[in-house]
């Protein structure tokens, strides 16, 4: 790889890959790419609604910002700690291959770098500007994503249990860095955010069952090729939310409070029904529908949320 036109030998970490012409953009959108910024909006999104939530929907604005800040940079380097650990495994899957470390056009000394500099500037921040607590929790979510749930994904199935954990931690920054008290109305978001992903990675493991094969990974589809044991978990974890959804309704005032159970149990009804349809049918269409589902369900329960704020 180059960079202004000068030239740089990386480790390729064993993937086939050529050596080619970069510029500071193609370089930039590389370091982006680390910081998987799909997720990484999701996370920032699960932190403002925790932290608007904690607050009866009047946060504070500058610790709840900071916080969202500095949770941005602590997950820019667990998703980049996540790509170096999986350097490997990540040239095996076609999904993957492309990732700046697999692909050559980062060296894994760059990366290492990188998410140090982040997590110590992203910890900082979160300590000194949002407070002990949230950086407790920001703590806690990048070790479990990148030391715990990472290592995890070669060995058991059970990955996707600890990984879920670390997606639902978000919800304690914001609502920590917001000042919000510790009681149900915790409870029922950060339980929504955990049950949400066993439905969702249980179709994105269904998709990529081969190349998560191919790559070691120990997925349920890949230890349970029929899908059976996947469908379970997915019918299982959509059928959770149910409950979830109806209690936000008790923490609503009057008819708001019944126009939220009706409209969030509406979008958990459609999730498990895609759940079911995956469990019977276990194929790439019901997959995607399920994938679908998911993606619908959790940002529309968290707009929802944001209109009706909890009492």
Known sequence: MSISGST?????????????????????????????????????????????????????????????????????????????????TDCDMARTADRPLPAGRLSPQQVVVFAAITFVVGMAWLILLAGWLPAAAGLATWFIYAWVYTPLKRRTTWNTAVGAVSGAAPVLIGWTAAGGAIDSRLGGLFLLVFLWQFPHFMAIAWLYKQ?????????????????????????????????????????????????????????????????????????????????????????GVLLLLTFVPLV
């Not at 390729?12 to 080619?20: F, K, L, T």
């Not at 999730?271 to 469990?279: D, E, G, H, P």
């Open 211 to 299: 190349q998560y094969a191919d790559a070691g990974m120990q997925m349920m589809t890949v230890r349970d090729p029929s899908g059976r044991r996947a469908g379970v978990q997915a019918v299982l974890g959509a059928a959770a939310l149910l409950p979830v959804c109806a209690a936000f309704g008790l923490f609503a005032p009057g008819p708001a409070g019944l126009a939220l159970v009706g409209c969030t149990l509406l979008l958990a009804l459609g999730q498990l029904a895609c759940a079911l349809s995956f469990f019977l049918r276990r194929d790439d269409d019901s997959a995607r529908r399920l994938l679908r589902a998911s993606l619908v369900f959790l940002p």
């Open 8 to 88: 740089l030998t990386v480790d390729r970490a064993g993937c086939e890959a050529d050596v080619a012409e970069a510029t500071w953009l193609d370089v930039l959108a590389d370091y982006v790419e680390l910081t998987k910024l799909r997720i990484s909006v999701l996370v920032l999104v699960t932190v403002a609604v925790a932290g608007y939530l904690a607050r009866f929907g009047q946060p504070d604005l500058w610790p709840l910002l900071h916080a969202m800040l500095g949770t941005a940079l602590v997950a820019a380097s667990a998703s980049a700690l996540n790509q170096w650990l999986e350097r490997h």
